[in-house]
């Protein structure tokens, strides 16, 4: 499966979180959010680990009990199972991978970008 990008196709989970699936497999799925300044992106955990890059922008990132300030070019990984958040401090892009496969994020696809 190939992905081709284009600005089209995000949907709004939350209020100023808006979330596209680039490409998946049967066990990884990988997306581009964008995120606006003061989205509230609540504390939670999920059985998928799930690895970022913040492309632009900049964010807080809570995991557990640890916090860090992130810039374009840094990364993250949260293990499984949890605890995170995330303070959005400026307008942001994001690309993040969930394994296994996020089963709920396949509907964020544009058909038209993804190429089998």
């Known amino acids: 499966m190939f992905g081709k990008h284009s600005n089209a196709g995000f949907n709004e989970t939350s209020p100023g979180n808006r979330i596209k699936t680039l490409c998946y497999g049967e066990h990884t799925l990988l ?20 690895t970022g890059y913040l492309i632009s922008g900049n964010i807080r990132m809570h995991i557990e009990e640890k916090e860090m300030e992130l810039e374009p070019g840094d990364s993250w990984c949260i293990p499984m199972n949890a605890e995170h958040k995330v303070d959005v401090l400026k307008d942001s892009i994001v690309i993040e991978v969930f394994s296994p496969t996020r089963e709920e994020y396949i509907k964020y696809k544009n058909d038209n970008d993804i190429l089998r």
């Open 31 to 50: 997306v581009e959010v964008h995120l606006d300044k003061d989205a509230d992106l609540l504390r939670h955990k999920h059985p998928y680990e799930q």
